[in-house]
């Protein structure tokens, strides 16, 4: 594999990066919105955030992907390849999230929320300064592993035709009939990624572990 | 909004989305096996007292998880192939087989089978280690006392609370399993994804079709989900009411 090569590679893992980044961001702000929608108190908004995680962690990826591509220029909006995929990932993410927020949420001693009322905090001071704080402690370990699950799923953006990491390196290995050196090299710029996010996760799982004993 | 929806030739491909489903269960099923498999094998491994196996499995679940599913993928389809002609060389040398033929060119079923328990495998041994490690020793040692055989203390003891911790995380991943069989598309598997390509290619319906299987997709995981909700209220509910 030439320095050619390897750089395209390198510029199909800057969309990788990219793609993660912006399904994350766009991710965590619309699955905090579904995690309060889901442990909200009214039933209507709790039943209609469930059903929304359901659809998403029912389905595939792949699938959702390819309904988000080709269905948003049918409401009206042509974007960007970029775009249309980073829009799927959010929402994929968003359902996720929001599914782990809520276990989060709800893991946070009800006593908290008692003591909150009696003190007459309101819904909104009470989520912010009481809840959420000790639920994003909770959520960590869970929210990292679904970080490292969304960079390899950026994979499959490679099956819309969006060119980053894995379908670089299948247009390289197709180039150069080199698979075995070409697809060895992918995996091991994924692996160098998601390997010290996952050790991380793993160390902070074990720590709360032993602080909850 | 001038785009006029047109479910016509979903309909018309129907019995071939169908045939589909059952492609995609058979890979779903398949690579359950293959996973399960996979992750009691490497259990025993993984706690073994030869430490280069409990290295190679650490090694083997890290390199898995924190790899794409569709390069894992790739890598067994283009790749292998190649190591798999040295592979039949050396053998024709050794008079192993008597031609040099390629001994790793699998079939894109056969690959996406290997590369679903391969990676369902992976995570299923994580899971199955939680749960063997959630029987305490006394326990065992307990039944011993009360004058159970091995075989009896492993059944009644380690076997059945082992699988009723590990249930709910590894039918879980069976779910996701089944799921990314959709990816196996990529490698042109027979399965529902690639049926509906086939249809898309022909048709060019693309949103139609692509959110009719998807709803295919959700039918398929929520019928799992009852299955497998069913099993355990069947065997791994706890007798007393």
């Given at each position: ?8 590679l ?12 912006v399904?994350?961001?766009g991710g ?31 389905t595939?990826l ?6 988000v ?14 775009i249309a995929?980073?829009i ?7 359902a ?8 989060a ?26 809840i ?13 592993g ?6 390899k ?12 990491l ?5 247009f390289?290995a197709?180039q150069?009939?080199?698979p ?29 572990a032993?602080?909850?004993? | ?17 169908l ?8 890979l779903?099923?398949?690579g ?25 499995i ?21 790749a ?14 050794f ?23 391969v ?24 039944g ?5 055989h091995?075989a009896?203390?492993?059944r009644l ?12 995380s590894?039918?879980s ?18 399965e ?7 249809i ?18 959700l ?23």
């Amino acid at each position: 594999m030439s320095g050619q090569e390897l750089l395209f590679l390198l510029s199909g893992l800057k969309w990788t990066l990219a793609l993660s980044a912006v399904g994350f961001v766009g991710g965590a702000i619309f699955g905090l919105l579904i995690a309060l929608a889901r442990t909200s108190p009214n039933k209507t908004i709790a039943k209609a955030a469930e059903y929304y995680i359901g659809i998403f962690q029912g389905t595939p990826l792949l699938m959702q992907l390819f309904v988000v591509y080709f269905g948003l220029p049918l409401i009206g909006l042509r974007l960007d390849a970029w775009i249309a995929v980073a829009i799927g990932f959010t929402l994929h993410a968003s359902a996720y999230l929001g599914e782990i927020w809520r276990g989060a949420i709800q893991a946070v001693p009800r006593g908290q929320t008692e003591a909150a009322n009696a003190l007459a905090l309101k819904y909104w001071p009470r989520t912010r300064d009481i809840i959420l704080p000790q639920a994003l402690r909770i959520s960590l370990p869970a929210t990292i592993g679904f970080l490292v699950q969304l960079i390899k799923g950026t994979s499959l953006a490679a099956l819309v035709g969006f060119t980053e990491l894995s379908l670089a390196g299948k247009f390289i290995a197709n180039q150069t009939f080199r698979p075995l050196v070409v697809y060895g090299v992918v995996g091991i710029l994924y692996f160098l990624i998601c390997w010290p996010l996952s050790l991380y996760g793993a160390r902070l799982e074990r720590k709360f572990a032993a602080a909850s004993r | 909004m001038d785009y006029k929806f047109d479910f016509g030739p979903v309909w018309d491909g129907m019995p071939g989305l169908l045939m589909g489903c059952l492609g995609t269960l058979y890979l779903a099923l398949a690579g359950m096996v293959l996973a399960t498999i996979i992750g009691i094998g490497g259990v025993i491994l993984r706690d073994s007292r030869f430490p280069p196996f409990r290295w190679l499995i650490k090694s083997f679940v890290e390199l898995i998880r924190n790899t794409p599913f569709l390069v894992q993928c790739y890598f067994i389809f283009f790749a292998l192939p190649l190591l798999g002609e040295q592979l039949g060389v050396l053998m024709f040398d050794f008079g192993l087989t008597d031609k040099a033929g390629n001994v790793l060119r699998l079939s894109p079923t056969a690959t996406a089978v290997i590369a679903l328990g391969v990676n369902g495998g992976a995570y299923a041994i994580e899971i199955i280690r939680g749960g063997v490690q959630a029987v305490s020793k006394g326990q065992i040692e307990a039944g011993l006392a009360l004058g159970l055989h091995r075989a009896q203390v492993f059944r009644l003891i380690v076997l059945k609370p082992a699988l009723r911790a590990i249930y709910p995380s590894l039918t879980s991943q069976f779910t996701l399993l089944t799921l990314t069989t959709s990816v196996a598309s990529a490698i042109a598997a027979y399965e529902l994804t690639s049926v509906a390509e086939d249809i898309n290619g022909r048709t060019f319906r693309t949103f139609e079709i692509y959110f009719t299987v998807t709803l295919m997709y959700l039918a398929i995981s929520t019928l799992m989900a009852l299955l497998f909700n069913a099993i355990s209220r069947r065997y791994f509910s706890y007798p007393v009411k």
